[in-house]
């Protein structure tokens, strides 16, 4: 194991495995389809970065609501501007819809069903959508988001991680075509 340095809040190492070999008796499953049982383990996984990033977004958008209803510019509420109102309003809405699906899919792994599809929806429109609040919220505070004292720049880092970790979205849409719209598999 080697750790790894980030520009997020959060430990990462790599691990590395070589020469592993598992008798027979401590098999679990089919050989050789190890990696797909660990990918539908991760729909869990999967659910709690959805989680993470609702509550990122729900936070990006709070922040940006308060900036904007707080900070006055030639004698009224910056808010008060449809150029900065209605990026957080959008931000706000994808944000809501995406905690629907992620409740979706939660519900679904609770009740021991299958849910990676909704597992691997929630995280996309999850991630996307704090992402989203992070540009709105950015883009409210101005050069202000990038100042330390607001917290937006390191929440602004954090979120963005969603969109590549613990998978790609790229393949999660190569999921989305191939496991539910049955399109040819893309890779």
């Known amino acids: 194991m080697r750790p790894s340095e980030t520009m997020i809040n959060y ?3 790599e691990v590395f495995f070589r020469d592993v070999r598992v008798p027979e ?3 679990i499953g089919t050989e050789g ?3 797909r049982y660990i990918l539908d383990g991760m729909n869990v996984e999967r659910i709690l970065v959805a989680s993470e990033s609702v509550g990122d977004g729900r936070w990006f958008v709070e922040r940006a609501s308060k900036y904007a209803t707080e900070r006055i510019v030639f004698d009224r509420p910056i808010g008060q501007n449809q150029g900065v109102q ?3 309003a959008r931000a706000f809405a994808s944000v809501e819809a995406a905690s629907m699906m992620r409740y979706k899919a939660a519900s679904l792994f609770d009740a021991g069903e299958k849910c990676g599809a909704e597992a691997n ?3 996309l429109l999850a991630s996307e959508a704090a992402w989203e609040a992070a540009n709105a919220a950015v883009q409210t ?3 202000y988001g990038f100042r330390k004292e ?3 720049e390191r929440k602004f880092r ?3 991680i969603f969109m590549v970790a613990p998978v790609s979205n790229n393949l999660v849409l190569s999921y989305i075509g191939q496991h539910v719209l049955g399109m040819p598999r893309s890779y």
Do not use: H
């Open 150 to 152: 607001y917290d937006v």
């Open 25 to 27: 008796e401590r098999l």
């Open 121 to 123: 929806m929630a995280k």
């Open 33 to 35: 389809e190890g990696f």
């Open 86 to 88: 209605f990026p957080i």
């Open 158 to 160: 954090e979120s963005r």
């Open 11 to 13: 430990d990462t190492n």
């Open 141 to 143: 505070f101005g050069g």
